[in-house]
């Protein structure tokens, strides 16, 4: 998945592309440990008025413990914006 930078600012992310964000935060949320933990970053498309039971049963349905779940934003007016899909990090050990 490539982001432009603009698109990456828009985002919140800092002028950095996705991955790099989430490689951060993987590093984060791993500080302190001894162990090698494993994630895997998973992407679900949702649309926000009807999918809030697809996404309780994806969520229950994971093995690992949920580290971080991402919104990607995109706006559609000058004052609207919606969530197109998140990004849910899976730490599985």
Not at 1 to 13: F, R, T, V
Not at 25 to 33: D, F, Q, T
Not at 36 to 47: C, L, N
Not at 68 to 74: F, H, K, V
């Amino acid at each position: 998945m490539n982001i432009k930078q603009d698109e990456a600012n828009c985002h919140g992310l800092g002028g950095k592309s996705i991955q790099t964000f989430m490689r951060g935060l993987i590093l984060k949320c791993c500080e302190g440990e001894r162990m090698k933990a494993r994630y895997r970053v998973h992407r679900f498309d949702i649309k926000m008025t009807a999918d809030q039971r697809k996404l309780e049963q994806f969520l229950n349905s994971l093995e690992g413990e949920v580290v971080a779940i991402i919104p990607n934003t995109t706006s559609k007016t000058f004052a609207t914006s919606v969530v197109d899909f998140l990004l849910i990090v899976e730490k599985v050990s």
